[in-house]
């Protein structure tokens, strides 16, 4: 079992940054591939970024590529994910995730292991 605790959400204006952390209890976290998606209202949970296991490899979507970055730290059992340059558009409930195949992120989510509570992501323009 694993559980997922997301921190760092709040209000910002558009341009600024935001750190989103993900706490995770259990001692096989370095087994899972992690990752972040958002739901803004209105529309379908969009899958924002993975990291392997050991933090090898990472991707995002479009939309955040190049303002975003996902990383890990194992020894702390804790996913981040840095985000600059925010827009309006980027405002969502943010939900870290857990998934052992890592076939979750970009594939289908019902794959998804564990799921985080979600924490809030406002952008002002």
């Known amino acids: 079992q694993v559980r997922l605790v997301e921190s760092g959400g709040g209000l910002v204006q558009a341009g600024g940054s935001l750190r989103l952390s993900c706490a995770a209890s259990?001692?096989?976290?370095?087994?899972?591939?992690m990752g972040w998606f958002r739901r803004a209202p209105g529309k379908e949970r969009e899958c924002v970024a993975r990291?392997?296991?050991?933090?090898?490899?990472?991707r995002y979507a479009d939309s955040v590529s190049g303002r975003f970055t996902i990383s890990r730290d194992n020894a702390k059992n804790t996913v981040y994910l840095q985000m600059n340059s925010l827009k309006p558009e980027d405002t969502a409930v943010y939900y870290c995730?857990?998934?052992?195949?890592?076939?979750?992120?970009?594939?289908?989510?019902?794959?998804?292991?564990?799921w985080g509570q979600g924490t809030q992501v406002t952008v002002s323009s």
């Open positions: 990291i392997t296991s050991s933090g090898g490899s990472t």
């Open positions: 995730a857990a998934d052992r195949t890592g076939w979750g992120f970009f594939n289908d989510l019902r794959s998804i292991d564990y």
């Open positions: 259990g001692r096989t976290f370095s087994s899972y591939t």
